[in-house]
């Protein structure tokens, strides 16, 4: 049995062949839809964080399946306050047949998946965003054709997704510039990881040396959930790494712009770059869904 918590522990011929498969996915939904090869299955789908993308695509996805998705509110297990984790999963492992979580802290999802008996899925951590990644990977493909060489720059608070989008750039050859303040730049266990994986990590203070030869700009939210209290500062620190026409010019005029929302319009990305030509931000969310069903498939199928 396989979870999906962590892109590093899957190798790069896995992920290729998760890519694969949802390309295939999205053309049979777009020719007709997709036949029903999970009917009778259930994904338990577990909230401490609310999302607008991750609880639709799954639960979309589950039923172009032909399957079926329950949301589980924060307030309803209060995981590992009012119920255990390793006890929640036992209770989920009979009831369904894959949980997916998102989750504060990555160790929880960790100890979902050690007491599960089911498939685990990481729907968003501190740690790692991989739902989020196999999407973006997707878009890539779809526009450029390739992803062994594409050159993507991430501009930003250095979190949970720009770690996720390393681990992706080591397995499929592509090169990764991040461009962060002092302050919300990569930590040890950032670096180690890259490290490890063979990562050549490109790192400046300077997000216009980051883009200049920049295929992809991706950038996110510089407040997460749970860092509220931070708001003032990070928006103080963040304001010079805000994606806007002018960083644009210093790119190649062949650069995408993505994000991987929601977007805080105005702050880390202008209204003109978001909704501009170069944007590929709502097929990216799109393709949640599609990356998605691919790994639902490949663990409940």
Known sequence: MRHFIDLSDWSASELDDLLTLAVEL????????????????????????????????????????????????PQEIGLGVRESIPDVARVLSGYAQGIMARVYEHDHMRQLAAASSVPVINGLSDWMHPCQTMADLLTIYEHFGRLNGVKVAYVGDCNNVTRSLAVA??????????????????????????HESGLELALTTDPVEAVREADVI??????????????????????????????LEAAPSSAVVMHCLPAHRGLEITDE?????????????ENRLHAQKAVLVRLMG
């Open 218 to 247: 991706y950038t996110d939210t510089w407040v997460s959930m749970g860092q509220e209290a931070q708001t003032e500062t990070r928006h103080r620190v963040l304001r010079p790494y805000q994606i806007n026409a002018a960083l």
């Open 273 to 285: 770059v978001a909704d501009g030509p170069q944007a590929l931000i709502f097929p990216q969310a």
């Open 169 to 194: 750039a080591a397995r499929f050859d592509m090169a990764l510039a991040v461009a962060s303040p002092v302050e919300y730049g990569p930590d040890a266990d950032f670096l180690r990881m890259t």
């Open 26 to 73: 999205k053309r049979e939904w777009r020719a007709g839809g997709n036949r029903p090869v999970l009917a009778g299955k259930t994904l338990a789908m577990v909230f401490q964080k609310p999302s607008l993308r991750t609880r639709v695509s799954f639960e979309v996805g589950m039923f172009h399946l032909g399957g079926h998705a329950i949301y589980i509110s």
